[in-house]
């Protein structure tokens, strides 16, 4: 939903004319009947218009408001719920997620999904960003974000993550760069854990299977999240899948 930077960056966009746009309400059709199975906080926003074309009516993450005052507001919307200090680290981390991925082969672009941990009307939220168009010429031009609840501890942390790859970088609003993170892996319970629920064990047969108790179990999903940044057992087990982890 933070578009405030896009407007500022015309470089990143181009040769996308208004005849295209036509093409954007089958998509927005398909965003309201995901949002409405899986009730994600998603949003389309638009790099070339520095618009938000589609907002889903999760009301966790609308602050009072509705889908349509919400793009409306446009980059008002950041400025009315986020600080400041969020926000000038929200420009800063997004526009060096763009420069970023405008360093990797055309082919790959779409690969990289930038997340952001910052405060949204006092509640400490994730969300992730990711191309899902490109323009003629290989720059973002929808970029499609989902937002949650953060599982980090403070704002001012942003990630990237690469699809079907290990590989991640880390950005903060002290570093000012990215840093490439070493490749992490699964402890063998951690991988059990997720085999299970593939399996579709419930969480006293999977504590039955790994010898421990409930809260035990807690523990080593609570890490487990932690460290691939994702809220629930549905969600990690989708990360785990697509980064090869499993």
Not at 20 to 34: C, R
Not at 207 to 215: E, L
Request: hydrophobic share 40%; with cysteine; net charge neutral.
């Amino acid at each position: 939903m933070a578009v405030e930077n896009f407007k500022r960056l015309p470089v990143y966009v181009s040769r996308v004319t208004e005849h295209i746009y036509n093409e954007i309400d089958s998509y927005i059709q398909i965003l309201e009947g995901i949002s409405r199975l899986n009730n994600q906080s998603m949003s389309l926003v638009d790099f070339y218009k520095g618009e938000i074309l589609f907002v889903s009516n999760n009301p966790l993450f609308l602050c009072g408001l509705t889908p349509k005052e919400i793009k409306e507001l446009g980059a008002a919307f950041n400025q009315r719920f986020v600080s400041e200090t969020d926000n000038a680290f929200i420009r800063k981390a997004t526009s060096s997620w763009i420069q970023f991925i405008e360093a990797q082969s055309i082919e790959e672009r779409k690969s990289y999904t930038l997340q952001l941990n910052y405060y949204l009307d006092h509640r400490l939220i994730s969300v992730s960003m990711t191309p899902v168009f490109l323009c003629e010429d290989g720059k973002p031009w929808l970029v499609l974000c989902n937002a949650k609840v953060s599982t980090h501890s403070d704002s001012g942390h942003a990630f990237i993550f690469k699809q079907n790859s290990l590989k991640n970088w880390d950005y903060s609003a002290t570093s000012k760069n990215w840093v490439e993170n070493d490749l992490f892996s699964l402890s063998d319970i951690e991988q059990e854990v997720l085999r299970l629920a593939i399996q579709g064990k419930k969480e006293n047969e999977i504590c039955q299977h790994i010898f421990r108790s409930k809260d035990g179990l807690k523990s080593i999903k609570r890490k487990l999240f932690h460290k691939m940044g994702v809220t629930n057992t549905t969600e990690a087990v989708s990360f785990a899948i697509s980064y090869g982890l499993i």
